[in-house]
């Protein structure tokens, strides 16, 4: 099985600040990668996909890099409605979803 | 497109549960559509179950697939997911949902891109 690793499980951070959350997978995926966004009580929403494709109807503010195993989402001004969990998720083989990452307010 | 989970809210320990995923905006035989299965225990991270695609491919959780069963009726425009032995670390919210080939650099990239509300599934005696 393909293990999703995001470390780590939540960070803190104020309004506008840049934001990096990283993904490792255990082994390489190439591009097979996805990032959603899960507010709380709510159902994911895909925000990237193929590692580096922005989602239509997504903000620009979000990134995504990386290939391989090792992976990227960036959100480039955080704004109040981005305080949420991350989570990667790999389609390369069968899926997997990572442990997710909290972005908490500071 | 939209999709809706629906099932028991309450399993006893041992029942099997059957959760029916009811969509509408796409259709489940139209080459590169998916439909997956994912479960989320109260406040812990998101389960990827299993995936059912266009051409009936099926796959499953490798910690899982002994209990799974998915399965589709295209007519109905409905995925049935079967997990057998339930157990009170199987509660949480169950979702389905969508996946469509997008084409990146020559090759199908398949994101859930829109999701059913969830249904919560408690397991008690």
């Known amino acids: 099985d393909i293990q999703m690793t995001q470390s780590p499980s939540s960070l803190s951070a104020s309004v506008g600040d840049r934001v990096t959350i990283p993904c490792r997978a255990s082994q390489n995926i190439s591009t097979y990668l996805n990032w959603y966004q899960q507010r709380p009580g709510k159902a994911p929403n895909l925000l990237i996909y193929a590692a580096s494709t922005l989602q239509s109807g997504v903000s620009s503010r979000f990134s995504g890099s990386g290939s391989g195993t090792d992976f990227t989402l960036t959100i480039s001004s955080l704004q109040p409605e981005d305080f949420a969990t991350y989570y990667c998720?790999?389609?390369?083989?069968?899926?997997?979803f990572g442990g997710g990452t909290k972005v908490e307010i500071k | 497109v939209t999709l809706k989970e629906s099932g028991p809210a309450l399993v006893k320990p041992t029942q099997t549960l059957t959760l029916t995923c009811t969509f509408s905006?796409?259709?489940?035989?139209?080459?590169?559509?998916?439909v997956s299965w994912i479960r989320q225990p109260p406040g812990k991270a998101l389960e990827w179950l299993a995936r059912?695609?266009?051409?009936?491919?099926?796959f499953y959780s490798t910690s899982l697939k002994t209990r799974l069963t998915i399965s589709k009726d295209s007519s109905k425009n409905q995925v049935v997911l079967i997990m057998t032995n339930m157990d009170p670390v199987d509660t949480g919210t169950y979702y389905c949902?969508?996946?469509?080939?997008?084409?990146?650099?020559?090759?199908?990239?398949?994101?859930?891109?829109?999701w059913g509300q969830g249904t919560t599934v408690t397991v008690s005696s």
């Open positions: 059912i695609d266009w051409d009936d491919d099926k």
């Open positions: 905006g796409f259709s489940l035989t139209t080459s590169g559509a998916y």
């Open positions: 998720q790999q389609d390369y083989r069968s899926s997997t």
């Open positions: 949902a969508r996946s469509k080939g997008q084409p990146v650099a020559g090759y199908y990239h398949y994101g859930m891109d829109v």
